[in-house]
C-alpha cells in the first residue's frame, strides 16, 4: 500500500549508508527499485567463463571496436569478463562500488565540439554501467564520466562529457558489479553547447513562464559549485547547469519551480544582480517535494530587480534533459477556493497549477477518493468546465505532469456538498505512475467542478502539470429558432429575389442568397460562452447585430429583410473569405456574451447585414441572412 511504502522509505531514510542511497529512498515508488534490492545480489565470480572475444565491443581496452558518428549501436557483454582497466574512478563511486563489471569498448570520434551523450536508456534490459575516457585505448586519465542509473525506474545508465571535433574517446561499457550482462545496445549523440551554459551569457526571461529548458549538452561551470545553502545529501555542486536572468514584477515571495513539468532531477540556485554570482545564493533547493526529485527554490524578490537563475542536475546526476520551469509568486491563486474556479472550455489541453495552494475544507471526506485509506486531496485547486458534448469523459494527468495528483470531479458550479462526487482517482497511470484519470459521464449545458491535487503524503507539495479533457459521444451545441426566412415560406422578398430553403432573400451575387448558422454554446458567462456565429455566401463586408426583439413584420432593407429591429447592438463587423465570416472575428472579437450585454435567462435575435454587388431591384447593394434567436444559459 502507498502508505506503507510512505513509513517504510521514512525508516529506509535513517538505515541508509550513503547521501544518493538517502535520495532514493525519498521516493516511495523508486524506493522498490533502489540499489538496496542490488546490494543482496551475489557478485559474479571473475572467470566463471573463459574469456572469449564479445559480440558488439571489444573485451580488451587495447583493441576497442569503432564505431562512427551518431546513432545506435549493439552491445553484447554476456560473456565477456572484468578487465583490470577502469575499475577504480573515483566518478564511478555509485552505491560505494566502483567497478564495471563485464566491460566491453568502444572508440568514438567526436565530429563537433560541444557535448557527447552515450545512455543505454530505453535500449536494453541489462542493468549498464557506463564511463568514458579521452584517447582511442586503454585510459591512462581519468574518466570523463562515469553512471549508473539515469533513466527514472530503471537500471539503464546514460553519460555527457564535453568532446571536441577530431578527438577520439573510449567508452566502457559494463555492469552494475552482480548484475550480470546480457545483449542491448547503446546511442551516441552529440550537441552543441546551449548558449546559456555560462553565467556570462544567461538568456533573459520575464513573467512567470513557463519557459522551456535542455541541459542534456550544458557543461559544469566553476560558479555556484560551493554554496552552503545548495547543500543538500552532503553536496553543494549543481550539474550541467545553465543560467538564466529574470526581473520580478512585483515584490515578495517567489520561486524557481520544475515540480510537475519535468522528469529530470533538478538543482536550482537564485543570486541578486545579474552575470556571475558575486555573492552568496539567496535560494537554493534540490527536491522540492517527499515524491520526487524536482525543484522548488524559494527566494523573496523586489520588485523591479534582476535577478540571476541556475537551473542544473543533483550532484553525482550525469542525464540532464528537457523540461520545463515556471518562476511563480508563492500567493494562492483564486482557484484555490471552490468558490472562485478557473474557467476551462472544450477539449483540449489545459494547465493546472496547485504548486501553492492550500489544502480547503471541501472535497476531503468523499468515499470515491477513500485512496490507500486517505480520502483527502491535498493542495487543491478548483475548475469549472464546461463540456462541448455529450457522452463518457476523460480527464487525464497521465501525460501532463510528474506531480503525483489526486483529482475529483463534482457536478455544477457551487462549492460541492459532502457525498456528491461523481468520480475520484489517485494512481491511474500505469504500475508506476503516480498520476491520476477520472471518467464520468457529461451531458451538454451543464458544468462540472474539477477538484486538483495532491495524495496525502501530511504536507503540501502541489505541483505543475497539464490535463486532457476529453469526451466520446456527440458534440453539442446551443440550437438556434430560424426567423426571418426569404425562401418563400414568409414574406416576398423585395424584388420577387426568393432564396433557397432556409435562406435569407437572394443576392447579386449568390441567388440562393445568405444563411446564417451557428456551433457552440450560448453561455452568459466567461467559460460557457462558446457560440459562434457565420455568415455563409456573403460576398462583401458583414455586420452581425443583435437585437432584444422582432419587428412586427419584416421589414423591406437594401435586397432583403431585416426583423431584428428592437434594440439593436452592433456586435462587429467581419470580411468575408470565400463568401464566408464569423463571429466573435473580425474588428470586434469579444465573445458574444460580452459584446451583447447579455444575461442569463435572455432571448436574443441574430441577424447579419452584408454587402453585395449591383443587379437586382434595389439600388442599395446590400442584403441580409435569415435570423437566428438564442434563449441564453447559465
Given at each position: 500500500m502507498k502508505h506503507t511504502l510512505f513509513f517504510l522509505s521514512s525508516f529506509a531514510l535513517l538505515l541508509a549508508g550513503s547521501a544518493e542511497a538517502q535520495k532514493v529512498n525519498l521516493n516511495p515508488a523508486k524506493n522498490s527499485q533502489s540499489k538496496a534490492v542490488k546490494r543482496v545480489q551475489p557478485v559474479a565470480t571473475p572467470g566463471l567463463f573463459a574469456p572469449a572475444p564479445a559480440v558488439g565491443g571489444a573485451d580488451a581496452c587495447t583493441t576497442p571496436d569503432v564505431v562512427v558518428g551518431t546513432g545506435t549501436f549493439a552491445f553484447d557483454n554476456t560473456i565477456a569478463t572484468t578487465g583490470t582497466q577502469g575499475q577504480a574512478e573515483p566518478l564511478c563511486n555509485i552505491f560505494a562500488l566502483v567497478a564495471v563489471d563485464q566491460d566491453v569498448w568502444f572508440t568514438w570520434t567526436a565530429t563537433l565540439t560541444g557535448v557527447a551523450t552515450v545512455s543505454t536508456c530505453g535500449l536494453t534490459g541489462v542493468d549498464t554501467k557506463i564511463a568514458a575516457y579521452d584517447g582511442n585505448t586503454c585510459p591512462t586519465g581519468a574518466a570523463l564520466a562515469c553512471s549508473d542509473d539515469d533513466c527514472g525506474f530503471t537500471f539503464q545508465s546514460s553519460i555527457s562529457f564535453p568532446c571536441t571535433s577530431g578527438n577520439s574517446y573510449l567508452i566502457q561499457i559494463g555492469t552494475y558489479p552482480g548484475a550480470g550482462g546480457g545483449t542491448g545496445s547503446f546511442s551516441i549523440s552529440a550537441s552543441n553547447v546551449p548558449l546559456n551554459d555560462d553565467c556570462a551569457t544567461p538568456q533573459s526571461i520575464s513573467g512567470p513562464g513557463p519557459f522551456t529548458f535542455n541541459n542534456s549538452a550544458a557543461t559544469t561551470g566553476a560558479q555556484g559549485q560551493a554554496e552552503p545553502t545548495c547543500n543538500f545529501f552532503g553536496g553543494t555542486a549543481i550539474q550541467k547547469d545553465i543560467w538564466y536572468t529574470w526581473v520580478a514584477p512585483a515584490s515578495g515571495l517567489f520561486a524557481v519551480v520544475t515540480r510537475g513539468l519535468t522528469d529530470v532531477d533538478t538543482k536550482a540556485a537564485i543570486y541578486d544582480g545579474s552575470g556571475c554570482p558575486a555573492a552568496a545564493a539567496i535560494g537554493c533547493n534540490d527536491d522540492g517535494g517527499i515524491s520526487?526529485?524536482?525543484?522548488?527554490?524559494?527566494?523573496?524578490?523586489?520588485?523591479?530587480?534582476?535577478?540571476?537563475?541556475?537551473?542544473?542536475?543533483?550532484?553525482?546526476?550525469?542525464?540532464?534533459?528537457?523540461?520545463?520551469?515556471?518562476?511563480?509568486?508563492?500567493?494562492?491563486?483564486?482557484?484555490?477556493?471552490?468558490?472562485?474556479?478557473?474557467?476551462?472550455?472544450?477539449?483540449?489541453?489545459?494547465?493546472?497549477?496547485?504548486?501553492?495552494?492550500?489544502?480547503?475544507?471541501?472535497?476531503?471526506?468523499?468515499?470515491?477518493?477513500?485512496?490507500?485509506?486517505?480520502?483527502?486531496?491535498?493542495?487543491?485547486?478548483?475548475?469549472?468546465?464546461?463540456?462541448?458534448?455529450?457522452?463518457?469523459?476523460?480527464?487525464?494527468?497521465?501525460?501532463?505532469?510528474?506531480?503525483?495528483?489526486?483529482?475529483?470531479?463534482?457536478?455544477?458550479?457551487?462549492?460541492?456538498?459532502?457525498?456528491?462526487?461523481?468520480?475520484?482517482?489517485?494512481?491511474?497511470?500505469?504500475?508506476?505512475?503516480?498520476?491520476?484519470?477520472?471518467?464520468?459521464?457529461?451531458?451538454?449545458?451543464?458544468?462540472?467542478?474539477?477538484?486538483?491535487?495532491?495524495?496525502?503524503?501530511?504536507?503540501?507539495?502541489?505541483?505543475?502539470?497539464?490535463?486532457?479533457?476529453?469526451?466520446?459521444?456527440?458534440?453539442?451545441?446551443?440550437?438556434?429558432?430560424?426567423?426571418?426566412?426569404?425562401?418563400?415560406?414568409?414574406?416576398?422578398?423585395?424584388?420577387?429575389?426568393?432564396?433557397?430553403?432556409?435562406?435569407?432573400?437572394?443576392?447579386?451575387?449568390?441567388?440562393?442568397?445568405?444563411?446564417?448558422?451557428?456551433?457552440?454554446?450560448?453561455?452568459?458567462?466567461?467559460?460557457?460562452?462558446?457560440?459562434?456565429?457565420?455568415?455563409?455566401?456573403?460576398?462583401?463586408?458583414?455586420?452581425?447585430?443583435?437585437?432584444?426583439?422582432?419587428?412586427?413584420?419584416?421589414?423591406?432593407?437594401?435586397?432583403?429583410?431585416?426583423?431584428?429591429?428592437?434594440?439593436?447592438?452592433?456586435?462587429?463587423?467581419?470580411?468575408?473569405?470565400?463568401?464566408?465570416?464569423?463571429?466573435?472575428?473580425?474588428?470586434?472579437?469579444?465573445?458574444?456574451?460580452?459584446?451583447?450585454?447579455?444575461?442569463?435567462?435572455?432571448?436574443?435575435?441574430?441577424?447579419?447585414?452584408?454587402?453585395?454587388?449591383?443587379?437586382?431591384?434595389?439600388?442599395?447593394?446590400?442584403?441580409?441572412?435569415?435570423?437566428?434567436?438564442?434563449?441564453?444559459?447559465?
Open positions: 520526487d526529485l524536482q525543484t522548488t527554490a524559494f527566494f523573496v524578490a523586489t520588485a523591479g530587480n534582476t535577478y540571476t537563475i541556475q537551473l542544473g542536475l543533483y550532484q553525482g546526476t550525469t542525464a540532464g534533459g528537457p523540461g520545463e520551469f515556471m518562476v511563480m509568486s508563492t500567493t494562492p491563486k483564486a482557484n484555490d477556493n471552490c468558490a472562485t474556479p478557473e474557467p476551462v472550455s472544450g477539449q483540449g489541453t489545459f494547465w493546472f497549477d496547485n504548486a501553492f495552494s492550500t489544502t480547503g475544507v471541501e472535497g476531503q471526506t468523499e468515499a470515491n477518493c477513500n485512496a490507500f485509506t486517505f480520502t483527502a486531496v491535498e493542495s487543491d485547486s478548483w475548475y469549472l468546465w464546461t463540456p462541448d458534448g455529450n457522452g463518457t469523459a476523460t480527464i487525464s494527468a497521465c501525460n501532463g505532469t510528474s506531480t503525483d495528483t489526486k483529482i475529483a470531479v463534482y457536478p455544477g458550479g457551487a462549492c460541492p456538498t459532502a457525498g456528491t462526487s461523481l468520480a475520484c482517482n489517485d494512481d491511474f497511470c500505469g504500475s508506476i505512475g503516480l498520476q491520476s484519470e477520472v471518467t464520468f459521464t457529461v451531458v451538454c449545458g451543464q458544468t462540472y467542478l474539477i477538484q486538483v491535487g495532491t495524495y496525502p503524503y501530511g504536507g503540501q507539495e502541489g505541483g505543475l502539470g497539464r490535463l486532457d479533457y476529453s469526451i466520446v459521444g456527440t458534440s453539442c451545441s446551443t440550437v438556434g429558432t430560424p426567423f426571418c426566412l426569404g425562401d418563400g415560406t414568409g414574406a416576398p422578398c423585395p424584388c420577387g429575389n426568393t432564396g433557397a430553403v432556409g435562406h435569407g432573400c437572394g443576392s447579386a451575387a449568390f441567388a440562393g442568397g445568405a444563411i446564417l448558422s451557428s456551433s457552440g454554446i450560448a453561455g452568459a458567462s466567461a467559460g460557457t460562452d462558446t457560440l459562434v456565429l457565420t455568415a455563409t455566401d456573403i460576398p462583401g463586408p458583414g455586420l452581425f447585430f443583435q437585437s432584444n426583439g422582432l419587428a412586427g413584420a419584416p421589414i423591406n432593407f437594401g435586397d432583403g429583410h431585416l426583423c431584428a429591429a428592437v434594440g439593436i447592438i452592433r456586435l462587429g463587423v467581419v470580411f468575408p473569405t470565400s463568401g464566408v465570416a464569423s463571429y466573435p472575428g473580425g474588428l470586434t472579437p469579444n465573445p458574444i456574451h460580452i459584446q451583447g450585454a447579455v444575461s442569463n435567462g435572455q432571448t436574443k435575435h441574430y441577424q447579419c447585414w452584408y454587402r453585395s454587388v449591383p443587379g437586382l431591384c434595389t439600388a442599395n447593394n446590400y442584403d441580409l441572412t435569415q435570423g437566428l434567436s438564442f434563449v441564453w444559459g447559465p
